[in-house]
């Protein structure tokens, strides 16, 4: 069970989460970013831990745990998270345009 299914939140299908990415008024770079979000295409810790000079970057600098994207988004306790998802929050709520 992942932080999602925790939450109890409905889990948005692919086909969902594309649609309102092509529709909606986020911006491009922000699209491709959730993109390499969902094909696991992002450089979190366990990528740095074999980089020699940058295995620091492996872990959190807030709380040392492992830096995946999990840990990033929905289980680091540092301050701003829960802020951060707010705004996501209002930016999914903005009416949806085809591009
Ligand atoms: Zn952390």
Redesign the pocket.
């Known amino acids: 069970m992942d932080a999602l299914e925790e939450s109890g939140s409905p889990r948005p299908t692919e086909q969902k989460l594309w649609k309102d990415l092509k529709y909606s008024k986020i911006r491009k770079n922000i699209g491709d970013w959730f993109w390499k979000l969902i094909h696991n295409r992002l450089w979190p810790g366990a990528y740095w831990k074999n980089v020699p000079s940058y295995e620091e970057r492996a872990y ?1 600098e ?2 040392q ?1 492992l830096e995946t994207m999990d ?1 990033i988004l929905l289980s ?1 306790t ?1 301050e701003g998270r829960e802020q951060i998802w707010e705004m996501v929050e209002k930016l999914y709520e903005l009416p949806m345009k085809a591009n």
């Open positions: 959190c807030y709380c745990n840990h680091c540092i």
